[in-house]
Every structure is written in structure tokens, then in C-alpha cells.
């Protein structure tokens, strides 16, 4: 009762075999589109790497790269077995190494929805990480003197104006942080000595944002400081402005940013299993066909399958190989014994 | 006297006529590239149809377009016609159609060189209609309620950010005009009226920029206003403070970002031309070698191809002589009192030794 049984005539082998030259070149083709995929992945994420606390999600980028390299060498292979699988004195050789194959094919597709499924399983972290380094480039933005952490002012500002966003979660966080560095502050002045004054750390912070946050859509000119002071701007109330800074948070903007990256990927990366399991199943049909043409008869029909029994014999057929290979290290007296005792019973009944 | 004259045997002219087929392919593709280039030339002059002034910057990238467009069809059947050449029997088909073609591409070309050509002597152009452009982008940044030009604020402060650059020539073009709209001046307060009344256009002017001018590679915080004030922040010298803005006009930026783009698309250009004149003077001396070849009457015998029957001042001369005489096609020629039939001797004349000059052969 073999699995998917179907009759290959001659000219239907030919054409299973071209098809499937065909196939497997378009599958090199993808594996290289899943390579290159994998390092435009991993190009965004380098790109904003200084914002990003650890590096868990790289792990999908660098799989989707291994994957590609090696289903371009699998099908690499499934074309040259085709090209010989019609000239009967020069398939043999490849017959041993199709098992393998099976198994590395098969575990390319499951990486790959494996890295399907970890780009959105990843997602939390990601958010972690982001969160984590945006507070603290905001925190050391303004240590533009500090040898190591000179260009977090920049890096902020960039990102700020690139992805239209203002601090970790809102235009609020920079209240909480002194992003004006002491160099500048003017410490004779009553004002800025007041503000030191007023709270535990002796941070200097304000209701103020820098100008990166500021929103080129506005119709008026961009309000930076006093932003929660009705009464510091003429015609200002800032429970109802909208339009004067960045309303999105950068962790928010940048995490939708990814995972819009992902999205576009994922359906790409789900056809190509797709296809690379058609390779798999032509090259199974192929094998089958031709194991089953008879020598003396090269031109006959003959059966292919996908399995030469059902799928429950079959793996029992493993589980007992499996058991075979396990019992292989355990002692031989055993055997011998039991090979004589049934050697006697095969005497007598006889 | 020929031009350039070349001796084609029968396998020259068959490897011609194939090497001119595959070039002339390869120049249906140049034309698809020449196409592409004004296009992206125009869509880039679109883009920034706000900061320019009305200044009829289109006429370069309709060029290339039109040529572009006319390459592709004149190369492709440049293809087929290099492709019947290589049989004599088809060559016949296109005969006469031979000659106009090499004529018409001749021109073609030229027109090729004069769209290089242009694309080099367009900044000019540019440059007035982007410092018209600016300055008025500027004037209107505050406008944003009135219709047409209430995106300009968005524009500009994209553009300043976008291209590292601030103001027309540089920041201080923004101390000369008032950027922040009324409705958004307290007017009841002193120092407000005070700074209307300060100037005879009643214009609310500051030492002060918009946001959009401030560079991203400064060490401090970003100072828009009170610039030119040293006293007004702490630690600051206004002389000697350079990272704090952007130093590059927005004109300059613009300009040599627009001039970077059409350099090389002329020299792009330049290029093509040069590839259509060879592929043009290889069908020229095919023309000419298979004429030779059909005048000779022997298919495969050798032939002379060249450029120019004649020398080049005879050729001149000739189809001078031409054009005037097509001209002449319908005047009447007035040398003889307009009467074309006097002065022309008469061959029949009656008289006493009238024998006619041929002896009728006496039947013997």
C-alpha cells in the first residue's frame, strides 16, 4: 500500500525529469533570494544596532542566510541527479547519497518556517532590547564629551527625524532626563541654580524637548521649551496641539518598523518551502519511477511512490531499524544464545 | 575620389551586416536607457516643482524622452533592415529605403549630441530659477493658511533637513524676512510691537532661524534664536560658533545636486551618441559595399563600401546643385524670353545639299 502511487509511463519520467531540472533551478534562484533577504534583514538591524540593547534577534537574519546558502547547494545537487537520472548507467552513483538529501531538504523547509515563526515570536524582545537602549541614548545624549558615548546625540536626533518619533514612548521622557549638559548651563544663574535645586539628583530637567522632535507638518514655528505652560506661547493649549512635535514614541515606531520588514518577508520565505517541498516531492516521484523501470526493459512504465509503504509501517519500519542500531552496542552472548535455542527448536520441529 | 573607401569581400559584408544586427539591438537598448534618464530627469525637476521658479526647465527631459523613443524605433528597424542584408535577394526589398534611412539617422544622431548638449547648459537655468524659487519658498514659509501655500513651511523645513542646508545663501537670509506668522505673535505685548515698529515694513524680523537649520552634529543643544546675541547663552561665541547650524545655502545644495545629476546623464548621453555614429557608419558602409556588389552584378564578388562617393566638397556641391533645382522645379527659365525651343538647333533642315546623312543602304 505505497503513498501516493502513480504510473510513469517513458514520457512521463522524461517530463518529471525536466520539470524537475527546471524546478531545481528556480530553487537556486530562491535560495538566493533568501540569502539576500537574510543580509538586508541584517543590514536595517546593524543600522540601528546602537539603539538596540542585545542582538536576540539577529538569530533570524543569520538563519535565513545559512538556509539560503545551503538550498542553493541542495538544489545544486537535485539539478545535476536529474540531469543524470535518465541515462541509466549514470544515475546509480547518486543513489546513495538521495536519503541524506531527503533529510537535509526536509530540514531546510523546517528552519525556514522556524524563522518565520521566530520573527514574530521575537517580537517581545525586541521591544525589550529597544526599549532598554532607546533610554539609554536618551540618557547620554547629552555627553557629546564622554569618549564612547560622543555620538548618542547624534544617533538620537537621526533617528528622531528619519522615523518621525520623539523620545522612548512619548515627547515625555525627555522631561525626565537632563539632555542639556552642564558645559552649557549657566550655574551662576538663579534660574538654572533653582532647577538643580528642585529636585533629589540635582539634575537640571525641564519641560523642554530637543529640536529633533520637532514636527515639519506644523503650521507654526516648532515649540521646543515650556511645552507644558499654556501661558509661555501665544495662542498655545498643549492638551489639544497635535501637530507640534513627533505623538509617536520611538520604540513604538521603530518595533512597527521591523515587524513591517517582516511581514513583506514572511510570504516570500513561505514560498520558497513551498517550493523547495515540490523539488523534494519530484525528486522522491523521479527516484521511485526509475528504481522501479526494469533493466532488461528501459522503455516500460513503472510505478512511483512516495513512500513504498503506508505512513504508520513506515515508521515502524524506522522505530524497529532505530531499535536494531541501539541494541547493536549491547552484548552478542545474548544473541548467540538465543540464535541457538531457536536453531533447537527449528531441529526438532522439523 | 570616395570617402574613407573600404574593400568588403563576400564573408566582410555578411559579418557586417550580422555585427550591425546585434548593435543595432544593443542600440534599441540605449534608447530604452535615454527614455529612462529624462524620465527620471523630469520626475527629479517635479519633485521640486515648489522651490523653482516659472522657468521652462521641461524642454531637456522631453528631449531625451522624444529621442529616446525615436531611438528605439529607429534602431529596431535599423535591426531588421541589417538583418535582410545579409542575403543580396533581400537586400532588394529595402534599396531604396536604404539611403533615406542613413540620412534620416544622420540627423537623428545630431539630435542626440544637441540633447548632450543641453543637459550641459541647463544650469544656467537652474541656478536663476532655484534662487527665484528659494526666495520666495522662504517668503511664504509663514503662509501656512493661505491655500497654495501652506505646504511650503513643510517643504522647506524638509528640504533644509533633507540637503544640510539653511536659507537661500546661507542663515541669515532668515534674520531678513518674518517667518512666524502673525497669528502667532502676542501683539498685545511691548517687545513685539516694539520689533513691528523697528523696521518700515512693519515686519516681525529676529537674529533667529527655524528648527529645520539646525545641525545635527553639534555638540550642544540646538540655538534657533538670539543668535547673533553671544550674551544670551551661556558659554557661546557667536563668531567663532560653527556646528551649531548648517553653513551651506540651500541654493548651492540644490545646485550642485541638480548639476551632479545632469552631468552625468550628458555624459551618459555622450556616450550613446557615440555608439549610435559607429553603428550609423557601419550601415553607411554596408549601404554602400551592397550597391556596389548589386552594380557589379556579382552576388558574391568583392566591392568597394565607403562614406562619401565624392570628396566632401563635391558631395556638398552636388546636392547643392539638387536643392536649387528642386526649387527651380517650377519656374519658368527666363534666359530665353522664356521661349525653352529658340537657339536649339534644328536637326531636320530642307535645302539644295539637304541629304539626309545616312546613306539608305541600296538593296543589292
Not at chain 1, 513561505?270 to 526509475?290: A, E, G, H
Request: proline share 4%.
Amino acid at each position: 500500500m505505497a503513498l501516493l502511487k502513480l504510473q510513469f509511463p517513458l514520457q512521463r519520467r522524461v517530463r518529471l525529469a525536466q520539470g524537475l531540472w527546471l524546478l531545481s533551478w528556480l530553487a537556486v534562484l530562491a535560495g538566493a533570494f533568501t540569502f539576500s533577504l537574510g543580509v538586508y534583514l541584517k543590514t536595517e538591524l546593524l543600522r540601528r544596532a546602537e539603539v538596540m540593547d542585545n542582538t536576540e534577534i539577529h538569530v533570524v537574519p543569520n538563519i535565513l542566510m545559512l538556509v539560503g546558502l545551503v538550498t542553493m547547494g541542495i538544489n545544486l545537487f537535485a539539478g545535476r541527479v536529474c540531469q543524470d537520472s535518465l541515462d541509466s548507467a549514470r544515475f546509480p552513483p547518486w543513489k546513495p547519497f538521495l536519503l541524506p538529501w531527503y533529510g537535509l531538504a526536509w530540514m531546510v523547509c523546517v528552519w525556514l518556517l522556524s524563522a518565520v515563526v521566530l520573527s514574530y515570536a521575537l517580537q517581545g524582545h525586541l521591544e525589550e532590547s529597544l526599549k532598554v537602549g532607546l533610554r539609554n541614548g536618551i540618557r547620554f545624549y547629552r555627553d557629546t564629551d564622554v569618549p564612547g558615548r560622543c555620538f548618542q546625540k547624534e544617533t538620537i536626533d537621526r533617528l528622531q527625524m528619519e522615523l518621525r518619533c520623539c523620545g522612548n514612548t512619548n515627547y515625555r521622557d525627555w522631561f525626565e532626563v537632563q539632555w542639556i549638559s552642564n558645559r552649557y548651563l549657566d550655574f551662576t544663574s538663579k534660574e538654572v541654580k533653582d532647577r538643580v535645586r528642585s529636585n533629589v539628583d540635582g539634575r537640571y530637567l525641564m519641560d523642554g524637548v530637543p529640536f529633533s522632535c520637532c514636527n515639519p507638518g506644523s503650521p507654526r514655528p516648532c515649540l521646543q521649551n515650556h511645552l507644558t505652560d499654556n501661558t509661555a506661547h501665544y495662542n498655545y493649549e498643549h492638551q489639544s496641539e497635535e501637530l507640534n512635535l513627533y505623538n509617536r514614541g520611538c520604540r513604538q515606531a521603530l518595533v512597527d518598523y521591523y515587524m513591517g520588514l517582516m511581514n513583506t518577508i514572511g510570504p516570500g520565505i513561505l514560498s520558497v518551502i513551498s517550493l523547495q517541498m515540490s523539488v523534494l516531492v519530484s525528486l522522491r516521484y523521479l527516484q521511485t519511477s526509475l528504481d522501479g523501470v526494469d533493466p532488461e526493459n528501459p522503455e516500460a512504465d513503472s510505478e512511483g511512490y512516495i513512500l513504498a509503504k503506508g505512513v504508520k509501517e513506515t515508521m515502524m519500519d524506522v522505530k524497529n531499524i532505530m531499535f536494531k542500531l541501539l541494541q547493536f552496542g549491547q552484548v552478542e552472548a545474548g544473541d548467540e544464545a538465543e540464535a541457538g535455542a531457536d536453531g533447537e527448536k527449528a531441529a526438532t520441529s522439523s | 575620389m570616395a570617402v574613407l573607401k573600404v574593400k568588403f569581400t563576400k564573408t566582410n559584408r555578411d559579418k557586417l551586416a550580422q555585427v550591425l544586427w546585434i548593435l543595432n539591438w544593443v542600440s534599441v537598448v540605449t534608447g530604452v536607457i535615454l527614455f529612462s534618464l529624462g524620465l527620471f530627469l523630469k520626475v527629479e525637476i517635479n519633485k521640486r516643482w515648489e522651490l523653482m521658479a516659472e522657468r521652462d526647465l521641461h524642454y531637456v527631459p522631453n528631449m531625451l524622452i522624444a529621442t529616446g523613443l525615436i531611438a528605439c524605433g529607429i534602431n529596431f528597424l535599423g535591426g531588421k533592415i541589417c538583418y535582410d542584408c545579409a542575403d543580396t535577394t533581400k537586400f532588394l526589398r529595402w534599396k531604396l529605403l536604404m539611403l533615406p534611412y542613413v540620412i534620416c539617422t544622420f540627423f537623428f544622431t545630431f539630435c542626440i549630441l544637441v540633447g548632450a548638449l543641453m543637459c550641459y547648459g541647463m544650469r544656467g537655468e537652474l541656478e536663476e530659477a532655484l534662487d527665484l524659487g528659494l526666495r520666495d519658498a522662504m517668503r511664504y514659509y509663514k503662509d501656512t493658511d493661505t491655500p497654495g501655500r501652506c505646504f511650503l513651511k513643510r517643504t522647506v523645513d524638509l528640504l533644509q533637513i533633507q540637503f544640510q542646508c539653511c536659507g537661500n545663501f546661507g542663515f541669515r537670509d532668515w534674520f531678513q524676512i518674518q517667518w512666524i506668522s502673525n497669528r502667532y505673535l502676542d501683539m498685545s505685548r511691548r517687545e513685539v510691537v516694539a520689533r513691528l515698529r523697528s523696521n518700515v515694513e512693519g515686519k516681525y524680523l529676529m537674529d533667529g532661524v527655524p528648527f529645520s537649520c539646525c545641525n545635527i552634529n553639534s555638540p550642544r543643544p540646538c540655538i534657533q534664536h538670539q543668535i547673533t546675541n553671544s550674551s544670551a547663552h551661556f558659554n557661546y561665541e557667536y563668531q567663532t560658533e560653527e556646528l551649531n547650524l548648517w553653513r551651506k545655502g540651500c541654493r548651492q545644495a540644490l545646485l550642485e545636486y541638480y548639476t551632479h545629476i545632469m552631468q552625468s546623464i550628458g555624459f551618459t548621453v555622450l556616450i550613446i551618441w557615440l555608439f549610435e555614429l559607429s553603428v550609423l557608419t557601419g550601415v553607411r558602409y554596408l549601404q554602400t559595399s551592397l550597391e556596389n556588389v548589386l552594380r557589379q552584378g556579382d552576388p558574391d564578388s568583392e566591392s568597394d563600401g565607403w562614406l562619401l562617393e565624392n570628396s566632401f566638397v563635391e558631395t556638398a556641391r552636388s546636392n547643392f546643385n539638387i536643392i536649387k533645382s528642386l526649387g527651380k522645379c517650377n519656374q519658368i527659365d527666363t534666359a530665353n524670353n522664356g521661349d525653352p525651343n529658340i537657339n536649339v538647333p534644328s536637326t531636320a533642315y530642307y535645302g539644295p545639299d539637304n541629304l539626309p546623312s545616312k546613306q539608305i543602304p541600296m538593296a543589292s
